[in-house]
């Protein structure tokens, strides 16, 4: 049974072993949305994520037969670095079953607090079955990623601070994955202020509790696709699908262009890392996903800091692309010495900067005369983009 005292003594037993993380106030992505917008740092959370604090409670319970047995896990990356560390603290042996897309700095990370790691090919659901597997075969306690209550009542602590370091909070904004975060915060902190407004947010290519709770009952999605692969969950638990159907007010869904946008916000504007499922949240905030938020006190949880920084410039450029730093155009001119030159003038002028070019001949149907310019430009927003493709267009030459 998940209870107010439960997520109490959870608190209770983590004030020693994980940090209180920051609230932040931001100015500037706060006047971006139109609202007060405030960043719960979980990302700054010892492991980089609010995963050890579901983990570290949860083994923090287990019985001493359980404990001798060793532990079982099944994660993307997070849950596995707390179940982990939790498992060194109370001298357990812990098998971690994780999805073999899983960055390689969260393999890595996992194995150095003293875990046995094993890579299941597929995605987080594959390994959650091979870790069911492992503990019927030899006897492990399973730490359930989210669909436990007190992995939930740990992850709810969380819930308890943001009351407490915003008592004048409007809405709270959790991403979601299998669903234990969300369930934890939001029966926390509808248990203590009901008014308070409570919005998950999932990943557009991993809808399964958003599914869920609009059709009332748990579907498995044959499957998902996205870079925010700490919700990249199939199917939601139980006990979280029952939680997120009472207590969340409304769970909306972000695209990847979204969240690399926000990703981008938050390491410019805040000068922070947030891994893809950290920043959906955000993302949420950014492009107005959230109802009714105008002028309100808006906390956006970022979960986790643990992104791969080999896939850290591939995100940082989809940002630039979202948010209008970046474009590609394609103009089709005739071939005579002197148009490279206009259209870099034209460009120049409008203080827009030309990082590359490509130059090719036009195909059949096209004037025999003619070519192709490609051009990767540096802007500021979408309307200096806009201003670029007008000029260009009054200046006699045809952007396609």
Avoid: W
Avoid at 95 to 124: F, H, N, Q, R, W
Avoid at 202 to 231: F, R, W
């Amino acid at each position: 049974m998940l209870t107010l005292d439960k997520v109490y003594h959870a608190h209770y037993v983590l004030k020693d072993a994980i940090r209180q993380t920051d609230m932040i106030y931001s100015p500037v992505l706060s006047e971006e949305s139109g609202c007060e917008v405030y960043l719960k740092t979980e990302n700054l959370q010892i492991t980089g994520s609010f995963k050890v604090r579901g983990a570290y409670y949860k083994i923090s319970q287990l019985t001493e037969d359980e404990k001798k047995r060793g532990v079982v896990a099944c994660s993307a990356g997070n849950h596995a670095q707390g179940v982990a560390l939790a498992s060194k603290k109370f001298g357990i042996k812990s098998i971690i079953c994780m999805p073999d897309g899983a960055p390689i700095s969260k393999v890595e990370a996992t194995k150095s607090y003293g875990a046995e790691v094993v890579l299941v090919p597929g995605v987080y659901d594959d390994a959650h079955n091979y870790a069911e597997q492992l503990r019927e075969e030899k006897g492990y306690t399973f730490i359930h990623p989210f669909d436990d209550a007190d992995v939930i009542a740990g992850q709810g602590t969380i819930g308890l601070e943001i009351i407490d370091q915003l008592k004048d909070v409007d809405a709270i904004v959790v991403p979601i994955g299998g669903g234990g975060l969300a369930s934890g915060v939001a029966f926390a902190v509808k248990s203590l202020n009901p008014k308070v407004k409570v919005y998950g947010v999932q990943s557009s290519g991993a809808p399964s509790m958003l599914n869920s709770v609009e059709h009332k009952i748990i579907e498995c999605l044959p499957s998902v696709y996205t870079i925010a692969d700490g919700i990249a969950v199939k199917e939601p638990g139980k006990l979280t699908f029952d939680l997120c159907s009472k207590y969340l007010d409304k769970i909306v869904s972000v695209t990847d262009d979204q969240v690399s946008a926000a990703i981008l916000a938050l390491i410019e504007k805040q000068k922070m890392i947030a891994e893809g499922a950290g920043a959906v949240g955000l993302a949420a905030v950014m492009f107005g996903k959230i109802p009714d938020i105008k002028d309100k006190k808006v906390v956006c949880l970022i979960s986790g800091g643990n992104i791969d920084v080999t896939i850290l410039s591939r995100v940082i450029n989809r940002g630039l692309l979202m948010s209008g730093r970046q474009c590609s155009l394609t103009l089709e001119l005739l071939d005579k010495p002197g148009q490279l030159v206009g259209v870099s003038t034209v460009i120049a002028q409008c203080g827009g900067n030309v990082t590359a070019v490509l130059h090719e001949r036009t195909n059949e149907g096209s004037a025999v005369n003619g070519c192709y310019l490609k051009l990767q430009i540096e802007t500021r927003d979408a309307k200096h983009i806009n201003e670029i493709k007008r000029k260009l267009a009054e200046n006699g030459f045809k952007v396609l």
